[in-house]
């Protein structure tokens, strides 16, 4: 594996880390963070960037506007097609079917003339049988209702933005990029958050420490990692990768929860870290 490639997917990897470890501190915070808000919160972390672009001497071109712009839609679209699914199906379909896109994604890159290799297809297949461990195996049938329409839409978008982030990356300065995506999608949260909640910012005063990983880590930076290291990597991989955060978001569940790991639920994250593996081969 190239020197390039191994940091891309550690990288990746490490975006996934901190968007699972959002999913144990969203249980938490739930009650008192509506979902807008908390979209609105994850993405004000843009604003961290403004000093960066100052002291890089970042040029802010039309291009490299309309790419974030562009992913920035796709991304706020996606987020709030999904929570409008979570909010009306299982917690375990809402799971199991967010991370659908590590079938869309080699499926709709073969459209664009890239043929994943055969160990990434296998991968994909590995990493879906996990995912169902994970999330579905031991729970009962799957029972399909209106919600898991919305997470099947969102999964659509979720898709598309690995892919377009996979185009625009190469020609974009990645610093210009992400501001702009996060800060379209702050500009969207934000106006969501006026017209269709009323938000109560009381209860953040009680959870700094919450808000401020959710406006960096699970916010700019992860965002940052992915749209700068993903243009290394195939997205066919990049997308197993950041199917990663699922099992992240498990495991924040045992450690900071004190959620207890079920057998299905262990063999399904191994079963995903081995996918992820086997896609570099």
Known sequence: MGKKKLIGTFMLLLASLFWGMSYPLQSMTSSDIAPYTLATIKNMGCFLMIP???????????RDMLCGLVTGVITITGTIVQQMGIEISSVNNASFLSTLY???VPIFGLFLGKKPKKTVWLAVLLALVGVYFLCLAGTGAFVFSKGDIYLLISVVFWTLQIIFVDIFVQKSDPYVMVFV???TCFIIATTMTIFYEKPDLSPLANMIPVVIYYATLSGIVAAFLQIRY????DPSIAS?????ESVFGTLGGFFILHQTLTANQIIGSALIFISVLLGQL
């Not at 960066?52 to 039309?62: D, W």
């Not at 993903?230 to 990597?233: A, S, T």
């Not at 197993?240 to 990663?244: C, D, M, V, Y």
């Open 52 to 62: 960066v672009l100052i002291i890089g001497k970042h040029k802010i071109t039309k």
């Open 102 to 104: 590590i079938v869309l």
């Open 181 to 183: 995506q996060q800060l």
């Open 230 to 233: 993903q243009k290394d990597i």
């Open 240 to 244: 197993l990768t950041l199917s990663l």
